[in-house]
């Protein structure tokens, strides 16, 4: 491509609104246009750099025998109530009607879609296993936009859903995929590690996210540099601490007057206890589908410990937009609590869900639900019941790993993709099964495999740039040669740009040729912005046949010849072109 004729328009000042670098770099490079919060168009080399990304994908989803489709982002509501979705779903789902009312929405996802194709097409035992992939337009109207590419309302997104006939089929399945976005994100350039990653209410070792790490990430991943374990903080396990020893004789529960310790510090301060031996209690209310007050929840964990929220709606099995802290006064007049001093005894017509540490320690410290008060020696199973005990813990930096007990430690990551079982959650509800040998019907086993192409672009940058620029990975570059022409007026110079521009093209490298009538600073510093892997300036030696030679990623520039310049090129563009 030649400069001259192409539409970019870099930016020399950062826009105001774009906090992270791949964002800033992204609108400085004019590779991005937004048009409102969350949605942005794609210019020349922004375009090109995500249809490689997706080339990539393309290229390692066919490898795995998987099918490309292309279904509409536009979904009709009744196959989203089939699943129970179309209300549990929140406000994320971006709902539209047609002129006669009948509700749609924009697609954030196509389980349904894709269950929908299969149970239609599908009936014997002989049609599967199958996957079908689709690279599609995704809406989300996001809470909080934010970063660009890598948080927004419209994205682009790689998302393959996987039929077997049944839990083996689909563990191949997983792992085929599970290989595959290895390869996708090596390739990509990435440093990335598949994390252990919630499954919501379905449960089970079910799920992997692809983790890029960069400080910006939103995800926050606990991970053991003694042995694999990598988890999402969502997801991640906690060890129950050591339980109080057998032999620690119960104490006879006791209420002491403790005036004003409405905090865990405050009143372990107060009776002089470690926060160890202190029970915090947290208030919900919860809402149905319809929004409406739906019930209260008091979640109770050991006082230094902090609440998970994904493992408590896990356990309520309930969206996590259907639970919210409580009104202190309305959910005391309900049940007893009182806001600072609640404890598990004493408290009525709302769900207790105690964290699993909790039935293990003896002669506890909690609030009595009386103003100004709380309970010693406070015993599970003597003094308090509950209605669900399970995990409802963080595993913090330094808590003992769930698989090894070595201390654990905290990173951040950018999800770049996830691999999810589905197993029989939506063919059950939607009718999808196959028939066996006897004629037996039995439901699908599903997975679906997601990757965020935007957002792993974006992640690239994250991870490839400095203070100048991006420093695209060869394989996803929106060209991977750029000739600076430094005087287009000179007949020499003008030549051998020319002959190395078409040498490159014809054996198949991507070159930019900077043919502009501009100053040679203003060249040099587009070049920097708009960051090719390869630059070759073609300037003042031209004549003799020699040309500087220089890698966006090191700082040293070479002479060479012509020829050698166009053949040390072809040579990079060809080892690093599949990034493994
Ligand atoms: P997140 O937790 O970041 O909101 P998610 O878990 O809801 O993401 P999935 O439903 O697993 O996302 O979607 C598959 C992939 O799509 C994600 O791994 C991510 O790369 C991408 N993705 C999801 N939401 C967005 C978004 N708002 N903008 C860009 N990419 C997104
Ligand atoms: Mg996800």
Same mark, same amino acid.
Request: aromatic share 8%.
């Given at each position: 491509?030649?400069?001259?004729?192409?539409?970019?328009?870099?930016?020399?000042?950062?826009?105001?609104?774009?906090?992270?670098?791949?964002?800033?770099?992204?609108?400085?490079?004019?590779?991005?246009?937004?048009?409102?919060?969350?949605?942005?168009?794609?210019?020349?080399?922004?375009?090109?750099?995500?249809?490689?990304?997706?080339?990539?994908?393309?290229?390692?989803?066919?490898?795995?025998?998987?099918?490309?489709?292309?279904?509409?982002?536009?979904?009709?509501?009744?196959?989203?109530?089939?699943?129970?979705?179309?209300?549990?779903?929140?406000?994320?789902?971006? !709902?539209?009607? +047609?002129?006669?009312?009948? @509700?749609?929405? #924009?697609? =954030?996802?196509? $389980?349904?879609?894709?269950?929908?194709?299969?149970?239609?097409?599908?009936?014997?035992?002989?049609?599967?296993?199958?996957?079908?992939?689709?690279?599609?337009?995704?809406?989300?109207?996001?809470?909080?936009?934010?970063?660009?590419?890598?948080?927004?309302?419209?994205?682009?997104?790689?998302?393959?859903?996987?039929?077997?006939?049944?839990?083996?089929?689909?563990?191949?399945?997983?792992?085929?995929?599970?290989?595959?976005?290895?390869?996708?994100?090596?390739?990509?350039?990435?440093?990335?590690?598949?994390?252990?990653?919630?499954?919501?209410?379905?449960?089970?070792?079910?799920?992997?996210?692809?983790?890029?790490?960069?400080?910006?990430?939103?995800?926050?991943?606990?991970?053991?540099?003694?042995?694999?374990?990598?988890?999402?903080?969502?997801?991640?396990?906690? !060890?129950?601490? +050591?339980?109080?020893?057998? @032999?620690?004789? #119960?104490? =006879?529960?006791? $209420?002491?007057?403790?005036?004003?310790?409405?905090?865990?510090?405050?009143?372990?301060?107060?009776?002089?206890?470690?926060?160890?031996?202190?029970?915090?209690?947290?208030?919900?209310?919860?809402?149905?589908?319809?929004?409406?007050?739906?019930?209260?929840?008091?979640?109770?964990?050991?006082?230094?410990?902090?609440?998970?929220?994904?493992?408590?709606?896990?356990?309520?099995?309930?969206?996590?937009?259907?639970?919210?802290?409580?009104?202190?006064?309305?959910?005391?007049?309900?049940?007893?609590?009182?806001?600072?001093?609640?404890?598990?005894?004493?408290?009525?017509?709302?769900?207790?869900?105690?964290?699993?540490?909790?039935?293990?320690?003896?002669?506890?410290?909690?609030?009595?639900?009386?103003?100004?008060?709380?309970?010693?020696?406070?015993?599970?199973?003597?003094?308090?019941?509950?209605?669900?005990?399970? @995990?409802?813990?963080?595993?913090?930096?330094?808590?003992?790993?769930?698989?090894?007990?070595?201390?654990?430690?905290?990173?951040?990551?950018?999800?770049?993709?996830?691999?999810?079982?589905?197993?029989?959650?939506?063919?059950?509800?939607?009718?999808?099964?196959?028939?066996?040998?006897?004629?037996?019907?039995?439901?699908?086993?599903?997975?679906?495999?997601?990757?965020?192409?935007?957002?792993?672009?974006?992640?690239?940058?994250?991870?490839?740039?400095?203070?100048?620029?991006?420093?695209?990975?060869?394989?996803?570059?929106?060209?991977?040669?750029?000739?600076?022409?430094?005087?287009?007026?000179?007949?020499?110079?003008?030549?051998?740009?020319?002959?190395?521009?078409?040498?490159?093209?014809?054996?198949?490298?991507?070159?930019?040729?900077?043919?502009?009538?501009?100053?040679?600073?203003?060249?040099?510093?587009?070049?920097?912005?708009?960051?090719?892997?390869?630059?070759?300036?073609?300037?003042?030696?031209?004549?003799?046949?020699?040309?500087?030679?220089?890698?966006?990623?090191?700082?040293?520039?070479?002479?060479?010849?012509?020829?050698?310049?166009?053949?040390?090129?072809?040579?990079?563009?060809?080892?690093?072109?599949?990034?493994?």
């Amino acid at each position: 491509m030649r400069f001259s004729k192409t539409y970019v328009r870099t930016l020399r000042e950062v826009p105001t609104e774009a906090e992270v670098p791949s964002h800033i770099l992204m609108l400085r490079a004019g590779m991005i246009r937004k048009l409102v919060s969350g949605v942005y168009g794609f210019m020349p080399l922004g375009w090109r750099c995500l249809r490689k990304v997706e080339e990539i994908v393309r290229e390692e989803m066919d490898a795995t025998g998987a099918q490309e489709i292309l279904m509409s982002a536009i979904q009709p509501a009744e196959l989203w109530e089939e699943t129970g979705r179309w209300k549990a779903y929140g406000p994320e789902l971006w !709902r539209i009607k +047609d002129r006669n009312g009948r @509700d749609f929405c #924009l697609g =954030p996802t196509h $389980e349904e879609i894709f269950t929908d194709i299969i149970r239609d097409g599908v009936s014997s035992y002989r049609q599967l296993p199958v996957t079908l992939y689709q690279i599609q337009t995704k809406y989300r109207d996001e809470a909080r936009p934010r970063f660009g590419l890598l948080r927004s309302r419209e994205f682009v997104m790689k998302d393959a859903y996987s039929f077997d006939l049944g839990e083996e089929g689909l563990d191949v399945s997983y792992q085929t995929m599970y290989d595959a976005y290895s390869r996708i994100f090596t390739r990509c350039g990435l440093t990335f590690r598949p994390v252990e990653a919630d499954s919501g209410a379905i449960g089970g070792k079910g799920s992997h996210e692809f983790t890029a790490f960069t400080e910006i990430g939103e995800s926050e991943i606990a991970y053991c540099e003694n042995c694999e374990m990598a988890a999402n903080i969502e997801r991640a396990e906690c !060890r129950d601490c +050591d339980p109080s020893p057998t @032999d620690e004789a #119960l104490l =006879p529960l006791e $209420e002491v007057h403790t005036p004003g310790t409405k905090t865990i510090e405050e009143v372990a301060g107060f009776l002089g206890l470690p926060k160890e031996k202190t029970i915090k209690a947290l208030l919900f209310q919860k809402y149905d589908e319809d929004g409406k007050e739906d019930g209260y929840v008091a979640a109770f964990i050991r006082g230094d410990r902090e609440l998970n929220m994904t493992k408590l709606v896990n356990a309520l099995n309930i969206p996590e937009f259907a639970i919210a802290f409580a009104d202190e006064d309305k959910m005391g007049q309900a049940t007893g609590s009182v806001g600072g001093f609640t404890g598990p005894c004493g408290l009525h017509d709302c769900t207790i869900v105690v964290d699993s540490e909790l039935p293990g320690l003896k002669n506890m410290c909690a609030g009595a639900c009386k103003v100004d008060h709380h309970l010693v020696n406070v015993n599970y199973g003597r003094d308090y019941q509950a209605d669900i005990v399970t @995990d409802l813990k963080v595993l913090k930096e330094g808590d003992a790993c769930p698989v090894c007990g070595a201390p654990v430690r905290h990173t951040r990551g950018i999800e770049v993709g996830q691999v999810f079982k589905l197993r029989t959650k939506y063919s059950q509800s939607m009718g999808a099964t196959y028939k066996d040998e006897k004629q037996q019907e039995h439901p699908i086993y599903m997975g679906c495999y997601g990757i965020g192409v935007t957002r792993t672009m974006a992640a690239i940058i994250e991870q490839h740039h400095d203070e100048k620029g991006i420093i695209w990975p060869v394989s996803v570059a929106p060209y991977h040669v750029i000739i600076t022409l430094v005087k287009p007026q000179d007949e020499a110079q003008a030549t051998v740009a020319e002959q190395i521009y078409q040498e490159l093209t014809a054996r198949g490298v991507d070159v930019l040729l900077d043919d502009r009538n501009e100053r040679p600073g203003v060249k040099f510093n587009d070049a920097d912005l708009l960051v090719m892997p390869i630059r070759i300036t073609v300037g003042k030696r031209a004549a003799e046949g020699v040309v500087e030679y220089k890698l966006r990623r090191e700082e040293e520039k070479e002479d060479l010849t012509v020829e050698e310049a166009i053949a040390r090129a072809d040579a990079l563009v060809k080892a690093e072109i599949r990034g493994i």
